[in-house]
């Protein structure tokens, strides 16, 4: 098993950027792919961003290429969603998740079997 704990989020300008924390416990971080999702109130939860077991290899929703970078410290145990030039629309819950099924990236949330709590992210204009 592995406990999952977002952190980071919080409230900034248009523009602004933001670092989100994912922090693992129990098995090792490194043998589990990991992925960031997002859920606005009232609408459907989203992919945004996946990295492979390995991390030499990320995949990103379109709308956040470019702005958005996920990365990994595995010494840490820690997953993390760096994001720049962010907009209202990017404002949501966002959930770091995890699976031990498979190695490479993916944006299907059924794939993943672990989560984390959540944490909200809001875009002021």
């Known amino acids: 098993q592995v406990q999952l704990v977002e952190s980071g989020g919080g409230l900034v300008q248009a523009g602004g950027s933001l670092r989100l924390s994912c922090a693992a416990s129990?098995?090792?971080?490194?043998?589990?792919?990991a992925a960031w999702f997002r859920q606005a109130p009232g609408k459907e939860r989203e992919f945004v961003a996946a990295?492979?077991?390995?991390?030499?290899?990320?995949y990103y929703k379109n709308s956040v290429k470019g702005r958005f970078t996920i990365a990994r410290d595995n010494a840490k145990n820690t997953v993390y969603l760096e994001m720049n030039s962010l907009k209202p629309e990017d404002t949501a819950e966002y959930y770091c998740?995890?699976?031990?099924?498979?190695?490479?990236?993916?944006?299907?949330?059924?794939?993943?079997?672990?989560w984390g709590q959540g944490t909200q992210v809001t875009v002021s204009s």
């Open positions: 998740a995890a699976s031990d099924r498979h190695s490479h990236e993916s944006e299907y949330a059924a794939d993943y079997d672990y």
């Open positions: 129990g098995r090792t971080f490194s043998n589990y792919a």
């Open positions: 990295m492979s077991r390995s991390g030499d290899s990320t």
